[in-house]
T-cell receptor, first 117, second 110 residues
Framework: AQKVTQAQTEISVVEKEDVTLDCVYE???????LFWYKQPPSGELVFLIR??????QNEISGRYSWNFQKSTSSFNFTITASQVVDSAVYFC??????????????FGTGTLLAVQP | EPEVTQTPSHQVTQMGQEVILRCVPISNHLYFYWYRQILGQKVEFLVSFYNNEISEKSEIFDDQFSVERPDGSNFTLKIRSTKLEDSAMYFC????????FGPGTRLTVL
């Protein structure tokens, strides 16, 4: 069965600190996708990144970076030099993929990040 | 970024009433999904829809729920007789490989 664990319920940092959000997943599939979404207080789900199971390269996008490690089934997300606008709930999610289509997402419980000025 | 729209943004209803939540997915996408998020909790899969029929549903998606694509563009989620525990945010998703989500409909059942 698929499962996503985000062990950090809440994290509080001061602006300009770096912060890493952890995500550990379980799946029996060899082909799958991993996602991160941001949910600001307004409630919408904002797509941040998708990574397929065959691509273990780390990715950097501005202040955001992602570390995918298949050996430990982890897909961690780091925000460098955090800003108040980064305050949100962050969800990690997993989906199987077959036939070229994306299956349903299985979400973790989310991590609430509070960035203090 | 392609846009998925949902209406209404907020719906308040009395327990036992029927509600219909609407979604306009990204055109040319074949798969559509509904998810639910109870306040403060994780996002949960409800149902997937492909080629005008349900392809998969979760245990949450009981007989009170139904989905339709009435006119080839809109995609609806109907709850026949709402309960207090149906109060949640409902998201429509129109995926390719990225799972674009609509802005959500906040349903409040009184």
């Amino acid at each position: 069965a698929q499962k996503v664990t985000q062990a950090q319920t809440e994290i509080s940092v001061v602006e300009k600190e770096d912060v890493t959000l952890d995500c550990v997943y379980e799946t029996r599939d060899t082909t799958y996708y991993l996602f991160w979404y941001k949910q600001p207080p307004s409630g919408e789900l904002v797509f941040l990144i998708r990574r397929n199971s065959f691509d273990e390269q780390n990715e950097i996008s501005g202040r955001y970076s992602w570390n995918f490690q298949k050996s430990t089934s982890s897909f961690n997300f780091t925000i460098t030099a955090s800003q108040v606008v980064d305050s949100a709930v962050y969800f990690c999610a997993l989906s199987e993929s077959y036939g070229g289509a994306t299956n349903k997402l299985i979400f973790g419980t989310g991590t609430l990040l509070a960035v203090q000025p | 970024e392609p846009e998925v729209t949902q209406t209404p943004s907020h719906q308040v209803t009395q327990m036992g009433q029927e509600v219909i939540l609407r979604c306009v997915p990204i055109s040319n996408h074949l798969y559509f999904y509904w998810y639910r998020q109870i306040l403060g909790q994780k996002v949960e899969f409800l149902v997937s829809f492909y080629n005008n029929e349900i392809s998969e549903k979760s245990e949450i998606f009981d007989d009170q729920f139904s989905v339709e694509r009435p006119d080839g563009s809109n995609f609806t989620l109907k709850i026949r007789s709402t309960k207090l525990e149906d109060s949640a945010m409902y998201f429509c998703a129109s995926p390719d490989a990225t799972q674009y989500f609509g802005p959500g409909t906040r349903l409040t059942v009184l």
